[in-house]
T-cell receptor
Framework: GAGVSQTPSNKVTEKGKYVELRCDPI?????LYWYRQSLGQGPEFLIY????????DSGLPNDRFFAVRPEGSVSTLKIQRTERGDSAVYLC???????????FGDGTRLSIL | GENVEQHPSTLSVQEGDSAVIKCTYS??????FPWYKQELGKRPQLIID?????GEKKDQRIAVTLNKTAKHFSLHITETQPEDSAVYFC?????????????FGQGTILTVHP
C-alpha cells in the first residue's frame, strides 16, 4: 500500500513568512510523528499525535511552531514568522500504534532565505 | 531526557567484510531500539529493531545486539555489499509519557568499497 506522503517536497520562502507542511500517514496508522533533520544530523523529535490529540509536543522549539491533526489522519505542521534557522528537512512518520515501528515519509525540505 | 551516542561517525570497509556500529543510551527506561538506513536525499528506512526483552535479533545479513546492563546496542552487517553504503542511524524510545518518541544518534556514514 501507499507509504507516508509529505507535501510539498520542497519549500523556499522568505524570512518572516508563514508555512504549512502536510503529512498523509499510512492508512489506519493511529500514531503520527514530526521530526526535523538538519544536514549531517539525526532526526530530532518535534511532536507526536495519538489520534487527534498531541500526546507529546515537548520537541517543538518555540511557540512559532504548531501542529494539528483534526480528523486523526492528515497532519499539518505550521511555522509562523519563519527564521533562517528553521531551514531543515521536516520528516513525518506514522505507526500502527505507538508501540509499533515508525515509517517515514520523504520529508519536506524547507529553505528560509 | 534520553541521550543517544553513536560511533563511529564514518566507517569504510571492503566488500565482503563485516561492519559494526555501536550506540549507547542514557535512559534505563528505554525499551525499543530501531536502526534506520538513509540514502542521500531519501527517507530513513527501518532495517531492524529490537525490544528490551530480547538480547539479539537477526535478519539475513543484519543483526542487532542489546546489552541493557551496559546500556548499549550494536548493528552488525556481514558480507557487506556496495549497496549497503548509506548513513545508518540508531534510535531509542523510552516508556511512560515519552513512549513512541525516538531519540536518534548522530549517524554513521558507511562506505563499502567494491
Amino acid at each position: 500500500g501507499a507509504g507516508v506522503s509529505q507535501t510539498p517536497s520542497n519549500k523556499v520562502t522568505e524570512k518572516g513568512k508563514y508555512v504549512e507542511l502536510r503529512c498523509d500517514p499510512i492508512s489506519g496508522h493511529t500514531a503520527l510523528y514530526w521530526y526535523r533533520q538538519s544536514l549531517g544530523q539525526g532526526p530530532e523529535f518535534l511532536i507526536y499525535f495519538q489520534g487527534t490529540g498531541a500526546a507529546d509536543d515537548s520537541g517543538l522549539p518555540n511557540d512559532r511552531f504548531f501542529a494539528v491533526r483534526p480528523e486523526g489522519s492528515v497532519s499539518t505542521l505550521k511555522i509562523q514568522r519563519t527564521e533562517r534557522g528553521d531551514s531543515a528537512v521536516y520528516l513525518c512518520a506514522s505507526s500502527l500504534r505507538r508501540d509499533q515501528p515508525q515509517h517515514f515519509g520523504d520529508g519536506t525540505r524547507l529553505s528560509i532565505l | 531526557g534520553e541521550n543517544v551516542e553513536q560511533h563511529p561517525s564514518t566507517l569504510s570497509v571492503q566488500e565482503g567484510d563485516s561492519a559494526v556500529i555501536k550506540c549507547t543510551y542514557s535512559d534505563s527506561a528505554s525499551n525499543y531500539f530501531p536502526w534506520y538506513k538513509q540514502e542521500l536525499g531519501k527517507r530513513p528506512q527501518l532495517i531492524i529493531d529490537i525490544r528490551s526483552n530480547v538480547g539479539e535479533k537477526k535478519d539475513q545479513r543484519i543483526a542487532v545486539t542489546l546489552n541493557k546492563t551496559a546500556k548499549h546496542f550494536s548493528l552488525h552487517i556481514t558480507e557487506t555489499q556496495p549497496e549497503d553504503s548509506a548513513v545508518y542511524f540508531c534510535a531509542a524510545s523510552s516508556g511512560g509519557t515519552s513512549y513512541g518518541k525516538l531519540t536518534f544518534g548522530q549517524g554513521t556514514i558507511l562506505t563499502v568499497h567494491p
